[in-house]
Structures are given as C-alpha cells and as structure tokens.
C-alpha cells in the first residue's frame, strides 16, 4: 500500500515538472512576441495591461515601443517584466492564468491595430 501510494505521489512530482517546464517554454514564446509587438509600436502606442499584477497592487503597466511602463516610474524590459509577473503567480494553475491574461492582452492590442489600419 505505502509503495503503491509513493508511487503515485513520485507520478504527481513528474507531471507538476513537467507543468512547470511547460510553463516556461510558453512564457518564452509570450515573452519573444511581447518583444516583437513592442519593437513595431510607434513611439506613441501603447497598451493597458489591465489586471496584470507584478508585486504591489494599484500599479499600472503599458506595453510600448521601450517596453513596459510602470505610469510615474521606470520602464522595465519586457523579459523581466513577464518573468517577475509569472514569479509572483508562484502556483502553476495561477501561472497559466497570467500567461492566458497576457496573451489575451497581445491579441485585443493586435486586433485593435488591425482595424485601425483597415
């Protein structure tokens, strides 16, 4: 019985590793086309990342053509940003959210261009 139940918890171990090597290769990929986005803004584009939290909360984030911009503050290189906000997530359920909520941002932002330019 107490072989069968390490087992089973040594299987969970695996698949939460797994998770979490999943978790970085599509924060990568998010991290690659924040990049991209942000090299083809002008310089007085930006975009809300609403909801997105970093560290303290009542902070707001916009993606423009340096990178991230804390309103008031610094910019941030979008690398450290996403990895500092999938750090803060600290769960992978909550993780997986983070990069849904950011990819959901890239696409409204991406969309919103392309009716602007049609």
Same mark, same amino acid.
């Given at each position: !019985? ?33 990049? /991209?986005?942000?090299?083809? !803004?002008?310089?007085?584009? /930006?975009?809300?990342? /609403? ?68």
């Amino acid at each position: !019985m107490i072989s069968e139940l390490l087992e089973c918890i040594n299987g969970l171990t695996k698949k939460i590793n797994q998770i979490e090597n999943d978790i970085q290769n599509a924060s990568r990929i998010v991290i690659n086309e924040y990049r /991209s986005t942000s090299e083809k !803004m002008d310089e007085n584009q /930006s975009y809300f990342l /609403s909801g997105i939290q970093y560290g303290i909360p009542g902070k707001s984030y916009l993606l423009t053509s340096k990178g991230i911009e804390v309103l008031g503050e610094e910019i941030i290189e979008i690398d450290v940003f996403i990895n500092d906000v999938i750090t803060y997530a600290n769960n992978p359920a909550r993780k997986i959210e983070v990069l849904k909520d950011l990819v959901t941002h890239l696409q409204k932002f991406l969309e919103s261009i392309n009716n602007n330019s049609s």
